[in-house]
């Protein structure tokens, strides 16, 4: 399966915990995003990469939410110090290139206790 | 503020009935998106709208859009249980795949 790859698939941690995703995208894809999904809710856009380059963040991603993609292929988000409003479902996608369709990930399902 | 509207949120629907799904949007898009999402699962792409009076057809669903009013239609032909899930609209402004969600619409098909 060439999708787009997401792990964990559920995280539960503590509140003052730190904890990281991963995602792998569609080989070749150039763009990378991260969505946060509430329940209920459609996604929120968080960020995006251009290749290695985080391109834009949104207002939602505090100081606490960092974001890498090191060589322009998988990607990370680190969250720090874990609050409860942070649960949510971290959805990741990818894309050949702007404009184009977006694949999206099975998503990492976060809960904070 | 940009937004979109999907009405209605909740939809409930006889097998073998017809309904359509409206998708107001706010600012001007020269693309939007319809995917499907079921409980705990992540999206899947039904279709992507490119240009005023696109229209497209997949089975039992198919999709429009209206540019100039900022209003898409999903509609849904004999509606079978297969399809109930939460249907979702977005819309891409700076065309750089910051998508923009509408809150989903829930669709329930009973037999």
């Known amino acids: 399966d060439t999708g787009v790859s997401q792990n964990p698939r559920h995280k539960i941690t503590k509140r003052g915990q730190n904890v990281t995703f991963r995602c792998d995208p569609i080989?070749?894809?150039?763009?990378l995003y991260w969505y946060r999904q509430t329940l209920g809710q459609g996604p929120e856009f968080l960020t995006y990469f251009q290749n290695e380059a985080q391109l834009e963040k949104s207002r939602l991603l505090s100081d606490r939410f960092s974001a890498e993609r090191p060589k322009g292929s998988f990607s990370t988000l680190e969250i720090q110090r874990t609050e409860q409003g942070d649960s949510a479902m971290y959805l990741c996608?990818?894309?050949?290139?702007?404009?184009?369709?977006?694949?999206f990930g099975s998503g990492t399902q976060l809960s904070v206790l | 503020e940009l937004k979109v509207e999907q009405n209605p949120l909740f939809l409930s629907m006889q097998e073998g009935k017809n309904y359509t799904i409206y998708c107001n949007y706010s600012?001007?898009?020269?693309?939007l998106y319809w995917y499907r999402q079921d409980p705990g699962k992540s999206l899947e792409s039904l279709f992507v709208l490119l240009s005023n009076g696109a229209v497209k057809q997949e089975g039992r669903l198919m999709a429009s859009l209206d540019t100039k009013a900022r209003l898409s239609t999903l509609h849904i032909t004999a509606a079978v249980h297969d399809l109930s899930a939460t249907y979702f609209c977005?819309?891409?402004?700076?065309?750089?795949?910051?998508?923009?969600f509408g809150q989903g619409t829930t669709l329930q098909v009973k037999p």
């Open positions: 996608a990818s894309s050949i290139t702007a404009g184009e369709k977006l694949f």
């Open positions: 977005a819309v891409d402004p700076s065309n750089t795949g910051k998508l923009i």
């Open positions: 080989s070749e894809h150039n763009r």
């Open positions: 600012t001007t898009s020269d693309r």
